[in-house]
């Protein structure tokens, strides 16, 4: 049997909750994928504050989301810029208008994305995940009221500070964010499941992490 070629480019889909960017960034770090997150990039544009940056700002400062045209143009200014031989996109295409942009990507810059990837959690789980997560003021430790509690209920193993909840994990928040999820991504999920059913793979991503983390690696031939 033939062995399997690691695909160079990859896609990471994932319900907030998930442990996406979690199993995102060891991917990165464990076998030389450079991370690619539009919203990292679109704070880096508006913290330069050049021509790019400044566009994005004004469409940002009125509650507009960035036109795809805008994320398209600072995409390809990125993907160009060396050291990018392999790359992982962490949750884009976030709308099934920025598909297109991503094939455009694919046909100009000649490359293909080599697998699309779904940690899949159910709704319930993620939320559950979500609103239990507690995270330490002073030292950014994060902790799980039951995947991975601190020593002491409330308190942080490392400073003794009293654990807060995050910001955006109050329920509404969450329920809203599993929203955007279902409208938005699960499209998305659907096409590549029918138009690259050879390159998309679903991981149960209600496992311990350890093994999403083995599961995936083995899908992509890394192992």
Do not use: W
């Not at 392999?86 to 208008?97: A, C, E, Q, S």
Request: hydrophobic share 40%; glycine share 8%; aromatic share 8%.
């Amino acid at each position: 049997m033939r062995e399997k070629i690691p695909p160079n480019h990859l896609v990471v889909f994932g319900r907030p909750g998930s442990g996406k960017s979690t199993l995102a960034e060891r991917l990165g770090s464990e076998f030389g994928y450079t991370l690619i997150r539009t919203g990292e990039l679109l704070r880096a544009a508006i913290r330069r504050q050049d021509f790019l940056g400044k566009r994005v700002e004004a469409h940002l400062a009125t509650g507009d989301l960035v036109p795809d045209p805008l994320i398209f143009e600072m995409l390809e200014q990125h993907l160009k810029a060396p050291g990018m031989q392999k790359f992982l996109f962490d949750g884009f295409p976030r709308t099934m208008g920025q598909v297109p942009l991503l094939e455009g990507f694919e046909k100009k810059l000649g490359f293909q994305i080599g697998a699309y990837i779904d940690i899949a959690v159910s709704h319930a789980e993620a939320v559950a995940r979500m609103t239990g997560r507690r995270v330490c003021p002073i030292c950014g430790a994060t902790y799980h009221l039951i995947g991975k509690p601190p020593r002491v209920a409330e308190i942080c193993d490392n400073d003794g500070a009293r654990l807060e909840k995050r910001k955006d994990d109050t329920p509404e928040v969450v329920e809203f964010r599993q929203k955007i999820f279902d409208d938005y991504a699960v499209p998305i999920l659907r096409y590549y499941q029918e138009h690259a059913p050879e390159r998309f793979f679903v991981v149960d991503g209600e496992q311990p992490l350890e093994a999403v983390y083995a599961v995936t690696v083995r899908a992509l031939g890394l192992a």
